[in-house]
């Protein structure tokens, strides 16, 4: 073999050495989620009612109302807000429920007709959105009026956990953009609401990552 094609060669079998190397040493590292919430929170099927007197009209939306679960959904979705980021991080879910609120804030309201002087009681209204009691006298799932846009009732996302060691709490008020069916066993549009607060909350917490 002559000289000018060794010189050629020999940079050639250097490269091909080298790459498994370099392909070993930068391994792609997915985004680690460690779910220790605890057992009432995991469990159930479709709504779960909240006791106590504020509490009524809100519900717990169980895990397997989506599919996949909402913790694989979360996983994902903040896996994609967070980018390159996110690679080899563990994010740990200490408490995570996700509430379907279908309280009026104030209850049944009579609306009153004035006639020269007198209020006169006329025909009974809904009070507006909003969570009836204050946050503090609810189990979960409370909100504002000024929170939502839409008419519709709410999802509420309440997330507690740790992300790289460092401890995070986020909260997501999604406002429901149609009227659903609100069961939360297998429907569509229960679905696709119910994905939608699942990457409201990844962005909130993806927001808090970086700030």
């Not at 509420?156 to 069916?181: C, L, Q, T, W």
Request: proline share 4%; charged share 25%.
């Amino acid at each position: 073999m002559n000289t000018r094609v060794t010189r050629l060669i020999a940079p050639l079998l250097l490269l091909a050495f080298q790459q498994p190397v370099l392909a070993e040493a930068s391994p792609s590292q997915e985004l680690v989620v460690i779910d220790l919430r605890p057992k009432e929170e995991k469990d159930g099927i479709g709504l779960i009612g909240l006791t106590g007197k504020c509490n009524k009209d809100v519900f717990r939306i169980a895990d397997v109302a989506t599919d996949p679960i909402k913790v694989e959904a979360l996983k994902a979705a903040l896996a994609e807000q967070l980018g390159l980021a996110s690679d080899g991080k563990t994010l740990t879910v200490l408490n995570w429920s996700v509430y379907y609120n279908k309280q009026k804030a104030g209850g049944s309201l009579l609306d009153s007709v004035g006639i020269q002087g007198y209020n006169i009681p006329g025909k009974k209204k809904e009070g507006g959105a909003g969570s009836k009691c204050s946050k503090k006298e609810s189990a979960g799932g409370w909100y504002e009026g000024s929170e939502v846009t839409t008419t519709v009732p709410p999802i509420i996302s309440e997330f507690a956990g740790m992300y790289g060691g460092k401890p995070f709490n986020v909260r997501a008020v999604h406002s429901v953009r149609r009227k659903i069916d609100g069961k939360f066993k297998g429907a569509a549009a229960d679905t696709e609401e119910l994905l939608a607060t699942v990457s409201e909350t990844a962005e909130a917490l993806a927001a808090a990552i970086v700030k």
